[in-house]
Protein backbone atom coordinates (compact mmCIF):
# COMPACT_ATOMS: atom_id res chain seq x y z
CA UNK A 1 0.00 0.00 0.00
CA UNK A 2 1.26 3.27 -0.72
CA UNK A 3 1.42 5.84 1.77
CA UNK A 4 -0.56 8.39 0.53
CA UNK A 5 -2.78 7.52 -2.46
CA UNK A 6 -4.89 9.98 -4.48
CA UNK A 7 -6.56 9.17 -7.54
CA UNK A 8 -4.92 11.01 -10.02
CA UNK A 9 -7.45 12.18 -12.04
CA UNK A 10 -8.20 14.39 -14.07
CA UNK A 11 -11.18 15.41 -12.42
CA UNK A 12 -13.17 17.52 -14.77
CA UNK A 13 -16.05 19.63 -13.02
CA UNK A 14 -18.27 23.00 -14.72
CA UNK A 15 -17.75 26.69 -13.04
CA UNK A 16 -19.48 27.19 -10.11
CA UNK A 17 -20.35 23.28 -9.23
CA UNK A 18 -17.90 21.33 -6.19
CA UNK A 19 -15.14 20.07 -6.58
CA UNK A 20 -14.42 17.03 -4.42
CA UNK A 21 -10.53 15.68 -3.92
CA UNK A 22 -10.15 12.53 -1.74
CA UNK A 23 -6.93 11.09 -0.50
CA UNK A 24 -5.69 7.82 2.21
CA UNK A 25 -2.83 7.42 4.20
CA UNK A 26 -1.44 4.36 5.79
CA UNK A 27 0.40 5.84 9.03
CA UNK A 28 -2.16 5.79 11.47
CA UNK A 29 0.37 7.52 13.93
CA UNK A 30 0.24 10.89 11.49
CA UNK A 31 -1.12 13.86 12.80
CA UNK A 32 -0.56 16.43 10.08
CA UNK A 33 -2.32 17.05 6.94
CA UNK A 34 -1.68 19.03 4.15
CA UNK A 35 -2.91 19.82 0.96
CA UNK A 36 -1.01 21.86 -1.93
CA UNK A 37 -2.29 23.77 -4.92
CA UNK A 38 0.38 22.99 -7.80
CA UNK A 39 0.01 24.88 -11.35
CA UNK A 40 2.03 23.42 -14.34
CA UNK A 41 5.63 24.83 -14.19
CA UNK A 42 5.60 26.23 -10.93
CA UNK A 43 5.99 24.51 -7.56
CA UNK A 44 3.75 23.43 -5.15
CA UNK A 45 1.82 26.18 -2.81
CA UNK A 46 0.02 25.58 0.73
CA UNK A 47 -3.38 26.14 0.77
CA UNK A 48 -4.87 24.15 3.53
CA UNK A 49 -3.80 22.30 6.82
CA UNK A 50 -5.26 20.24 9.04
CA UNK A 51 -5.08 18.55 12.15
CA UNK A 52 -7.70 17.63 14.06
CA UNK A 53 -11.14 15.28 13.18
CA UNK A 54 -13.59 16.75 11.25
CA UNK A 55 -13.68 20.03 8.75
CA UNK A 56 -11.67 22.95 8.56
CA UNK A 57 -12.79 26.03 6.30
CA UNK A 58 -11.07 29.00 4.77
CA UNK A 59 -12.84 30.51 1.88
CA UNK A 60 -13.86 28.62 -0.85
CA UNK A 61 -12.02 25.67 0.41
CA UNK A 62 -12.75 23.06 3.10
CA UNK A 63 -10.41 20.37 4.01
CA UNK A 64 -12.25 16.87 6.13
CA UNK A 65 -10.19 14.98 8.11
CA UNK A 66 -10.92 11.77 9.59
CA UNK A 67 -8.20 9.55 11.28
CA UNK A 68 -10.22 6.59 11.81
CA UNK A 69 -10.73 6.17 8.40
CA UNK A 70 -7.54 7.70 7.46
CA UNK A 71 -8.88 9.69 4.98
CA UNK A 72 -8.25 13.14 3.90
CA UNK A 73 -10.45 15.45 1.17
CA UNK A 74 -10.54 18.85 0.28
CA UNK A 75 -13.73 20.78 -0.99
CA UNK A 76 -13.59 23.39 -3.71
CA UNK A 77 -16.93 25.30 -3.38
CA UNK A 78 -17.95 27.81 -6.45
CA UNK A 79 -15.41 26.22 -8.74
CA UNK A 80 -13.13 28.62 -11.01
CA UNK A 81 -11.38 27.76 -14.08
CA UNK A 82 -8.37 29.59 -12.12
CA UNK A 83 -8.88 26.50 -9.88
CA UNK A 84 -8.03 24.19 -12.63
CA UNK A 85 -4.58 22.77 -11.77
CA UNK A 86 -2.79 19.33 -9.47
CA UNK A 87 -3.97 19.11 -6.35
CA UNK A 88 -1.25 17.46 -3.61
CA UNK A 89 -2.23 15.81 -0.50
CA UNK A 90 1.00 15.74 1.75
CA UNK A 91 1.09 13.97 5.11
CA UNK A 92 3.71 14.07 7.93
CA UNK A 93 4.91 10.16 8.78
CA UNK A 94 3.99 9.70 12.15
CA UNK A 95 5.89 11.76 14.43
CA UNK A 96 9.05 11.67 11.93
CA UNK A 97 8.33 14.73 10.44
CA UNK A 98 9.16 13.03 7.11
CA UNK A 99 6.82 14.98 4.31
CA UNK A 100 5.12 12.32 2.13
CA UNK A 101 3.25 13.45 -0.67
CA UNK A 102 0.63 11.77 -2.80
CA UNK A 103 0.93 11.66 -6.93
CA UNK A 104 -1.68 14.82 -7.04
CA UNK A 105 -4.83 14.83 -8.69
CA UNK A 106 -5.74 17.13 -11.74
CA UNK A 107 -8.75 19.56 -11.28
CA UNK A 108 -10.07 20.55 -14.34
CA UNK A 109 -12.86 23.55 -14.27
CA UNK A 110 -14.73 24.28 -17.75
CA UNK A 111 -15.89 27.70 -18.16
CA UNK B 1 14.36 35.21 3.98
CA UNK B 2 11.23 36.22 2.58
CA UNK B 3 10.82 32.46 1.18
CA UNK B 4 13.06 29.91 0.45
CA UNK B 5 15.54 30.30 -2.24
CA UNK B 6 16.97 27.71 -4.51
CA UNK B 7 19.85 28.75 -7.19
CA UNK B 8 20.23 27.93 -9.56
CA UNK B 9 17.03 28.13 -11.31
CA UNK B 10 18.13 25.99 -14.45
CA UNK B 11 21.20 24.01 -14.67
CA UNK B 12 22.02 22.37 -17.90
CA UNK B 13 24.99 19.71 -17.57
CA UNK B 14 26.90 17.06 -19.31
CA UNK B 15 26.45 13.31 -18.10
CA UNK B 16 28.87 12.21 -15.84
CA UNK B 17 29.52 15.66 -14.10
CA UNK B 18 28.98 16.67 -10.86
CA UNK B 19 26.24 19.47 -9.83
CA UNK B 20 25.54 21.03 -6.66
CA UNK B 21 22.15 22.17 -6.04
CA UNK B 22 21.56 25.27 -3.20
CA UNK B 23 18.32 25.75 -0.83
CA UNK B 24 18.50 28.48 1.47
CA UNK B 25 15.71 28.11 4.11
CA UNK B 26 13.03 30.58 5.69
CA UNK B 27 14.78 31.98 8.22
CA UNK B 28 14.51 30.07 11.42
CA UNK B 29 13.06 27.17 10.09
CA UNK B 30 14.18 24.16 11.56
CA UNK B 31 13.21 21.44 9.13
CA UNK B 32 14.20 21.48 5.22
CA UNK B 33 13.16 18.72 2.78
CA UNK B 34 14.49 17.70 -0.86
CA UNK B 35 12.27 16.54 -3.09
CA UNK B 36 12.42 15.68 -7.03
CA UNK B 37 9.69 15.90 -9.68
CA UNK B 38 9.99 14.53 -13.42
CA UNK B 39 7.98 15.70 -15.97
CA UNK B 40 4.47 15.34 -15.27
CA UNK B 41 5.02 12.93 -12.12
CA UNK B 42 4.57 13.55 -8.22
CA UNK B 43 6.98 14.68 -5.86
CA UNK B 44 9.20 11.47 -4.87
CA UNK B 45 11.36 12.35 -1.69
CA UNK B 46 14.63 12.22 -1.62
CA UNK B 47 16.05 13.50 2.05
CA UNK B 48 14.62 15.26 5.39
CA UNK B 49 16.71 17.58 7.75
CA UNK B 50 15.48 18.33 11.43
CA UNK B 51 17.45 20.51 13.98
CA UNK B 52 20.39 18.59 14.91
CA UNK B 53 19.30 15.46 14.21
CA UNK B 54 21.04 12.56 11.59
CA UNK B 55 18.76 13.42 8.23
CA UNK B 56 16.42 10.84 7.21
CA UNK B 57 18.31 9.86 3.67
CA UNK B 58 15.75 7.13 2.82
CA UNK B 59 14.74 8.83 -0.37
CA UNK B 60 18.39 8.86 -2.20
CA UNK B 61 18.00 6.99 -5.24
CA UNK B 62 21.82 6.36 -5.35
CA UNK B 63 25.06 6.74 -3.77
CA UNK B 64 25.91 9.44 -6.98
CA UNK B 65 23.13 11.56 -4.39
CA UNK B 66 24.49 13.34 -1.32
CA UNK B 67 22.98 16.52 0.23
CA UNK B 68 24.70 18.28 4.00
CA UNK B 69 23.18 21.08 5.76
CA UNK B 70 25.07 23.55 7.06
CA UNK B 71 24.93 25.34 10.39
CA UNK B 72 21.34 24.54 10.52
CA UNK B 73 20.25 27.08 7.47
CA UNK B 74 21.69 26.54 4.14
CA UNK B 75 21.38 22.65 2.21
CA UNK B 76 23.39 22.20 -0.56
CA UNK B 77 22.36 18.13 -2.64
CA UNK B 78 25.14 17.19 -4.99
CA UNK B 79 24.72 14.50 -7.49
CA UNK B 80 27.74 13.13 -8.48
CA UNK B 81 28.35 11.40 -12.65
CA UNK B 82 24.93 12.56 -13.51
CA UNK B 83 23.09 10.77 -15.87
CA UNK B 84 20.18 11.13 -18.19
CA UNK B 85 17.55 10.18 -16.06
CA UNK B 86 18.77 12.64 -13.23
CA UNK B 87 17.23 14.97 -15.32
CA UNK B 88 13.82 16.71 -13.17
CA UNK B 89 13.06 19.65 -10.83
CA UNK B 90 14.82 19.75 -7.55
CA UNK B 91 12.50 21.04 -5.08
CA UNK B 92 13.68 22.35 -1.61
CA UNK B 93 11.02 23.15 1.32
CA UNK B 94 11.52 24.28 4.94
CA UNK B 95 8.93 24.56 7.52
CA UNK B 96 9.43 25.10 11.54
CA UNK B 97 8.21 22.37 13.30
CA UNK B 98 6.84 22.23 16.40
CA UNK B 99 5.49 19.26 18.75
CA UNK B 100 3.10 18.45 15.20
CA UNK B 101 4.22 19.50 12.31
CA UNK B 102 3.46 22.80 10.46
CA UNK B 103 3.49 24.15 7.29
CA UNK B 104 6.24 23.87 4.34
CA UNK B 105 6.98 26.50 1.79
CA UNK B 106 8.61 25.68 -1.27
CA UNK B 107 11.15 27.34 -3.16
CA UNK B 108 11.09 27.90 -6.98
CA UNK B 109 13.12 24.84 -7.15
CA UNK B 110 16.29 24.03 -10.00
CA UNK B 111 15.59 22.19 -13.54
CA UNK B 112 18.17 19.92 -14.19
CA UNK B 113 18.76 19.09 -17.58
CA UNK B 114 21.30 16.13 -18.04
CA UNK B 115 22.70 16.16 -21.91
Redesign the interface.
Known amino acids: QKEVEQNSGPLSVPEGAIASLNCTYSDRGS??F?WYRQYSGK????IM?I?SNGDKEDGRFTAQLNKASQYVSLLIRDSQPSDSATY?C?V?KGS?????????TKLSVKP | GAGVSQSPSNKVTEKGKDVELRCDPISGHTALYWYRQSLGQGLEFLIYFQGNSAPDKSGLPSDRFSAERTGGSVSTLTIQRTQQEDSAVYLCASSSQGAIGTEAFFGQGTRLTVV
Open positions: QSFSPELSYLAIQGNLIFGKG
